[in-house]
């Protein structure tokens, strides 16, 4: 797991506790982004951003490109949010869910393309979704 320039902590986002978490070292800004290796292809068909007790530092943009060989991206998903996304007001833990046609990916890059100025971007937990599992952590 990786992120861009010197966030500390990308794998907090993918140690199975909500309490610890992966955030930009500053107000999030378009540009940033965490990356993860699955470490082989699997087909999955969604993300979900957990973001434990901070609620807030949900994406305001978010776009999602994945890849079997870390050189080659496919663009699975882009949208702005300006206000909270639904599933915010349903499980505030997992503010953003993504879904997307079921693809074989290893790589995963999530890049924020919104921007706020009080929040941070925060990462919790990283839910990668395969059509077999519904879930996995
Ligand atoms: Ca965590």
Excluded: N
């Excluded at 070292?25 to 068909?45: E, K, S």
């Excluded at 807030?56 to 949010?81: F, I, M, N, Q």
């Amino acid at each position: 797991m990786s992120a861009s320039a010197r966030y500390k902590q990308a794998s907090a986002a993918l140690d199975g506790d909500s309490t610890t978490r992966w955030h930009t070292p500053g107000d999030q800004r378009p540009g940033q982004w965490l990356a993860v290796d699955l470490g082989q292809a699997q087909r999955i068909h969604g993300v979900s951003l957990d973001t434990g007790p901070w609620p807030k530092d949900y994406p305001r943009g978010l776009r999602v490109e994945v890849s079997r060989d870390s050189r080659a991206w496919t663009l699975v998903h882009e949208r702005t949010t300006e206000l909270p996304p639904i599933t915010h007001l349903l499980d505030p833990h997992r503010a953003v869910r993504v879904v997307f046609e079921p693809i074989d990916a290893r790589y995963l890059r999530l890049t924020c393309i919104g921007a706020h100025d009080r929040y941070y971007w925060t990462v919790a937990e990283l839910g990668v979704h395969s059509p077999r599992s519904k879930q996995q952590p």
